[in-house]
């Protein structure tokens, strides 16, 4: 059974940084895919970015990209999504997610974690 948790959410000022992860466990996720997104408040679910477990290949959200990275760390299990420069509309529940293939990162994703909130004040 697949299970992934998030932390490091939280409140930060615009402008600032913030990093929440993503322990993953119940198998090995090798050839796995997996992917952050995000759910803001009367909005409906969006892909932030991904990556690829194997070969670390990684993907963004053109609302995002230069100011997120995705990272993995193999021998914790565990995905980070680093976020900087962060604006108010960041703001938002942000997921992590796996899935089986690594074809069409954005969509298709068989496990999601119970998210973390991230707020943004101006």
């Known amino acids: 059974q697949v299970q992934l948790v998030e932390s490091g959410g939280g409140l930060v000022q615009a402008g600032g940084s913030l990093s929440v992860s993503c322990a993953a466990s119940?198998?090995?996720?090798?050839?796995?895919?997996m992917g952050w997104f995000r759910q803001a408040p009367g909005k409906e679910r969006e892909f932030v970015a991904g990556?690829?477990?194997?070969?670390?290949?990684?993907f963004y959200a053109s609302s995002v990209k230069g100011r997120f990275t995705i990272s993995r760390d193999n021998a914790q299990s565990t995905v980070y999504l680093l976020l900087n420069d962060l604006k108010p509309e960041d703001t938002a529940v942000y997921y992590c997610a796996a899935k089986r293939t690594v074809m069409a990162i954005s969509t298709g994703y068989d496990y999601w974690g119970q998210g973390t909130q991230v707020t943004v004040s101006s």
């Open positions: 990556i690829l477990w194997t070969s670390g290949r990684t």
């Open positions: 119940g198998r090995t996720f090798s050839n796995y895919a």
